[in-house]
């Protein structure tokens, strides 16, 4: 049984009849396998989506590199279910769009199958998240230097690298109240302009942002004017990646469109790759070379031909699967499959992370406004698709922007703080994978008040699911540091089959505490004003008194992934488990790379969708510096 949750699926219904305004038409991709197996590319790119068509629009700047880029999904220009803000989630299972995996039932989640929402489309994930761009905390991209000793990859490095990829719209101010209603606002003007993703600010807000804000600052949890200069706790109004001056999305499609025009720079869509192609390198004793891509369109294979490199950016659940099918990964679990391993990395597949979430619904007193006017309220409705089609604005093109990262400090005691850390203690890590040193370093995170372990987001509507008339707020809660590691994994040698994704959610005492830590101060705002002033009863959990042991079985009843998946393709060292290097070569070969979320080492406190796009631009910049030194 696939997790209760609705809210991935069915947010709100708007009519697809709802139009955007074309933003992103460009030259169309490629439809014609064998045209586009005949080209001679330096670089063929494996996915279409924040990893892949970043690093391939970078390096395709260079007029004399040749750049292929094959992605299984469709193109999608001017689709209002990808482009208007209040659309996010309905695509969500849905086939065209979403490759739809499933985990293995989660035994910490009572036999649940979890949805892993993964983009099916030229713009991969980015077109299907629910728009949020944040940073994480300093010391936790600083962790990563351990995993990664050269190349700089740490917050200072990646700094950049977050910057280049985006414009952020200039002169808006960041209206949330901070302690004591004080407004404390950061303005940017054009420091950060150029990048092709496009960032802002809401123009409007719901009724119900700003006591949310308040409720959680009477708790003790401050709002934080800019949660993006490397300290991010604290409550934010995140940027989103929308284009306001078309009020659409704004995801990867960008870096595909001003590269589109380029003779050099070429996209099939439509394809699926099933095998990367292998052969000693004869330069490098007992290393491989990469030399191509097997990939079928309609039954039909083709091979296309790579003459530098091989850059795999198929993401953190078919990253692993593509390498694993290539003959690379654990050469006992590839044996036992059928497949003839060539360089044996057991860590392939291995180090999955992943943000488990919950959720608290209250239903809202008469008058209270959330976004269910729009599904309750059709003259509202009508009105603002007026509104939305003159001038792409009002409530079609806002989201929900208040979120709150809060450390352990901010709402345990000291002694309950000790307890975690002792709970933490006794989660024993694996030796011989990255578990020891992610152990040691998330103990760290746990000691330091300022870095976040629990995330909480306000969603201004019903979704598990609500009644036809009523007006609701969820609020959902995550575990941003999760002890638990997963695995994916191929089942079986057919690229078609989709592999084994096992979280273990709620495997170990130590993340049931957090997502009950994180559960309780949500069901706390219930009692606290200016929030509880508008909420009429909870609904989910359900109304009266609960025992932490009600909480616990509810945290195993009613959860999700929150869809930030990371780390199966981990960049460390091989000793340590690690699949990639630095430079992210998978180990072994000599122009195999990996460009996307699977090689974090160590999953963030982030949405990490600006995260993979500062990695993809680095490697762009690693790869270009590479091949000016040869």
């Not at 070429?266 to 099933?274: I, K, M, W």
């Not at 392939?348 to 959720?359: F, I, M, R, S, Y």
């Not at 830590?517 to 009863?537: F, G, H, M, N, Y």
């Not at 091989?574 to 999953?603: C, E, F, W, Y």
Request: aromatic letters at 8%; charged letters at 15%.
């Amino acid at each position: 049984m696939v997790s209760s949750i609705a809210w991935l699926s069915s947010l709100l219904v708007l009519a697809k009849a709802t139009s955007a305004d074309g933003s992103h038409a460009c030259r169309p991709p490629s439809s014609d396998p064998a045209a586009f197996a005949k080209h001679e590319f330096d670089y063929v790119i494996i996915g279409g989506g924040v990893g892949g068509l970043t690093v391939a629009s970078r390096l395709a700047e260079d007029p004399s590199v040749r750049v292929g880029v094959i992605e299984a999904g469709d193109y999608h220009p001017s689709e209002p279910l990808i482009d208007i803000p209040q659309n996010i989630g309905l695509l969500v299972g849905n086939p065209e769009y979403d490759w739809a995996f499933s985990s293995v039932p989660q035994s910490g989640l009572n036999g649940l199958k979890v949805a892993v929402a993964r983009g099916k489309m030229l713009g991969g994930s980015s077109g299907l998240n629910f728009l949020a761009w944040n940073r994480a905390s300093k010391p936790e991209y600083d962790a990563w230097s351990p995993f990664a000793s050269e190349h700089g990859w740490d917050f200072d490095g990646l700094l950049p690298y977050f910057e280049r990829s985006t414009t952020i719209r200039p002169h808006q101010l960041n209206p949330f109240p901070g302690i004591n209603g004080t407004q404390e606002h950061a303005v940017y003007d054009a420091e950060f302009m150029g990048g092709p993703i496009q960032l802002s600010y809401n123009d409007i807000y719901i009724d119900t942002v700003f006591p949310f804000v308040e409720s959680l600052n009477s708790l003790g949890v401050p709002t934080n004017p800019d949660g993006d200069n490397g300290r991010s706790a604290g409550v934010i109004n995140t940027r989103s990646s929308i284009d306001r001056s078309k009020g659409v999305r704004s995801y990867s499609t960008e870096y595909y469109c001003r590269s589109a025009s380029q003779s050099n720079f070429h996209v099939l869509t439509g394809a699926h790759v099933t095998q990367i192609l292998l052969h000693p390198d004869n330069h490098l004793k007992g290393s491989f070379a990469a030399s191509g891509v097997k990939f079928v369109v309609n039954s039909s294979e083709y091979t296309v031909k790579a003459k530098k490199e091989v850059i795999l950016s198929a993401g953190v659940i078919q990253s692993p699967q593509l390498l694993e099918l290539s003959g690379i990964g654990n050469a006992t679990l590839l044996k036992s499959l059928g497949v003839t391993p060539l360089i044996d990395l057991p860590g392939v597949g291995e180090n999955l992370q992943d943000h488990l979430a919950t959720a608290v619904e209250y239903e809202l007193k008469p008058g209270a406004r959330s976004f269910d006017e729009l599904r309750i309220n059709n003259t509202f409705k009508a009105e603002q698709s007026a509104i939305y089609n003159a001038s792409h604005t009002g409530i079609l093109a806002a989201i929900d922007p208040a979120m709150a990262y809060i450390p352990f400090h901010t709402i345990l005691d000291t002694t309950q703080v000790e307890n975690m850390l002792k709970l933490s203690d006794e989660t024993v890590p694996v030796e011989g994978t990255l578990q020891p040193l992610q152990h040691k370093i998330q103990r760290q995170w746990m000691e330091d008040a300022t870095i976040p372990q629990v995330e909480m987001i306000l969603f201004s509507n019903g979704q598990i699911p609500p009644l036809a008339n009523a007006s609701y707020i969820t609020i959902v809660c995550e575990n941003l540091h999760p002890l638990a590691r997963g695995s994916v994994h191929i089942n079986s040698t057919l690229p078609s089959d989709y592999p084994l994704i096992n979280h273990q959610y709620l495997s170990n005492e130590f993340d049931v505490q957090t997502m009950l830590t994180v559960l309780k101060l949500a069901l706390k705002l219930q009692d606290t004003p200016p929030l509880s002033d508008i909420i009429q009863t909870r609904v989910y959990p359900p109304p009266g008194a609960l025992s932490d042991d009600d909480l616990i079985n509810y945290l195993r009843t009613i959860a999700l992934s929150a869809a930030h998946p990371a780390g199966t393709v981990a960049m460390a060292p091989q000793s340590l488990g690690g699949v990639v290097g630095s430079d992210l070569k998978v180990h072994g070969t000599t122009n195999l790379r990996v460009v996307d979320a699977s090689i974090m080492p160590i999953l963030v406190g982030a949405h990490i969708q600006a995260t993979t796009y500062a990695i993809a631009e680095k490697a762009a910049d690693i790869i270009k510096s590479q091949l000016q030194a040869h």
